[in-house]
């Protein structure tokens, strides 16, 4: 009648040792490291970056507990603080020369302790969130004009194509500032652009006035329209970081906007805190120009000569220069997917690119009119541009479709392609201020936090031992199990506990041993109607089942109610609640039983079970189990 089949008890073996083997790594800590990671797509980290870090510590005299190549970055562990900040001050002075341009992130980092076999099943210690392990925390102000400026860039390129289809000829069309001035040989034209202007392009105001024997129209972005821009380019600045944030699978991170031109990023329990700051701080946007072929443009290239009128000078990634036209025709705002590939016939890394309905028009126009002329695609990162290549148009490209390539690997042409998939940044950013929190900042919490969980542990054993005897040490092993296996379950998961997710824990013992109460008390009520002890505990577990998932149940829809409408701490509270309640439903009742059949199950005489009083109310005596 109380007996588990084999199947059961391995079940309940496996649960127990990788509940074991996952939760082991939050015993062991984290230690200080530095980490060291590329800044730029062109520069690579490898085993030659990992002999100057090590050239680099030991020429300062220190000597790391471990120092490794780990994927795109190089992690090096320390003993204490005091040794990790010296090692960033070497490595940084040692790989980066040029410090107002480094080709590498040198960054602050803490790395688990955990010894290499456990490391190798992928068993890692959850994260903590900012009030317990700390983490990383930008504030990066937004360049507002710059976002006026490539909107009157946008537009200018809009009203050269709409003047060219509705026959309008002028003498030139430039940019000056954030103002577009268009240049007409008589005035009736100009006026016949004005009210085009004035009919399609709301957002400007367009002004006419003599300039020698030319009319000149200066078009200006109206004072209403230029605070939308702002306002929109903020919020897509910030709709852009929580997506490369979710590239990087950073659980529960805080993006919020401070003041007009300011945005807040916090990143509780990241461990990669160089490719978060990398990823953030590069403001990678796309663009496609014409090269410039010119004679002048040729000398340029060479330099033998100035950049003509109304082109730039960008170097390719080998690090030749290329004159392209100021005109921008694409960018990344007329983007819509990026994922990496590889080229059909060259098998080299590419760059797949999935243009909107207006981005595809445009790229198949200009395409269609400047075949055998080379295009350039551009890729800007902290406000430098880089040729990624610049490719001869063969024929029109319709469609929507392209493909960049040009001697990538496929690390650069997957990080090229995260950076333009997350969306471009409406206006470029800069890090103003970074502060890495350390540990001790939440040690007093942690502590705290420990003590809660464990002296509310200790109770709860303490008063079902003493109520429930034997079933009471079994119901405390259960919830003992219980807190194991969510503390495996979250470091698996590797979800961020924060300070409220210790409260949740917590609560889940209180809520856990609920279920353990239910059933004793069950098992006792038919020990009082004279049901035989091997018959009141089957009877306790079966009976017991259905209202231990009706309480779970409800609490689960109240932390799924949490966690569907809460943001923060409640999230954090709501993801430890949710799982707790399950956990607690598996160990309370089949684990428990596990124990209560391993040891009475066999028993085929058994006369009496160890589970405290049992009054008989219609006796008014009581009968003592030992």
Known sequence: MNRYPVWKYAIILVALVVSGLYALPNLFGEAPAVQVSTAKSSVKVDAATLAKVEQALKSAGLTPDAVALDGASIKARFADTDTQLKAKDAVQKAINPDSADPSYIVALNLLSRSPAWLTSLRASPMYLGLDLRGGVHFMLQVDMQAALTKRAESLSGDIRTVLREKNVRHSGIARNGQAIEIRFRDAATAQAAQRIIQDQFTDLD???????????????????????????????????????????????????????????????????????????????????????????????????????????????????????????????????????????????????LSLDAKGARIFRDVTRENINKRMAILLFEKGKGEVVTAPVIRSEIGGGRVQISGRMTTVEAADTALLLRAGSLAAPMEIIEERTIGPSLGAENIAKGFLSVTWGFVAVAIFMCAYYMLFGVISSLALAFNLLMLVAVLSMLQATLTLPGMAAMALVLGMAIDANVLINERVREELRNGASPQAAIHAGYDRAWATIIDSNVTTLIAGLALLAFGSGPVRGFAVVHCLGILT???????????????????????????????????????????
Do not use: C
């Open 206 to 352: 367009a002004v006419s006035a003599a300039d020698g024997q030319d009319v000149k129209l200066v078009a200006t972005i109206k004072q209403v329209s230029g605070k939308t821009i702002q306002e929109q380019a903020l919020k897509q600045n910030i709709t852009t970081l929580h997506n490369r944030i979710n590239e990087l699978g950073v659980a529960e991170p805080v993006i919020q906007q401070q003041g007009l031109d300011r945005i807040v990023v916090q990143l509780p329990g990241v461990q990669d805190t160089a490719k978060a700051k990398d990823i953030l701080g590069r403001t990678a946007t796309l663009e496609v120009r014409l090269v410039d072929e010119g004679s002048e443009a040729r000398a340029a290239e060479t330099g033998t000569g100035p950049v003509p009128f109304g082109s730039e000078r960008y170097l390719d990634r080998e690090g030749i220069p290329v004159i392209v036209k100021k005109q921008v025709i694409l960018t990344g705002e007329n983007l819509t997917d990026a994922q990496p590939g590889f080229d059909g016939q060259t098998q080299e890394p590419t760059v797949n």
């Open 584 to 626: 607690s439903m598996f160990s309370g009742v089949f684990f428990s039983r596990g124990l209560v059949n391993l040891w009475y199950g066999r028993q085929k005489k058994l006369k009496t079970v160890s589970i405290g009083t049992v009054w008989r109310p219609d006796s008014g005596t009581e009968v003592t189990t030992p």
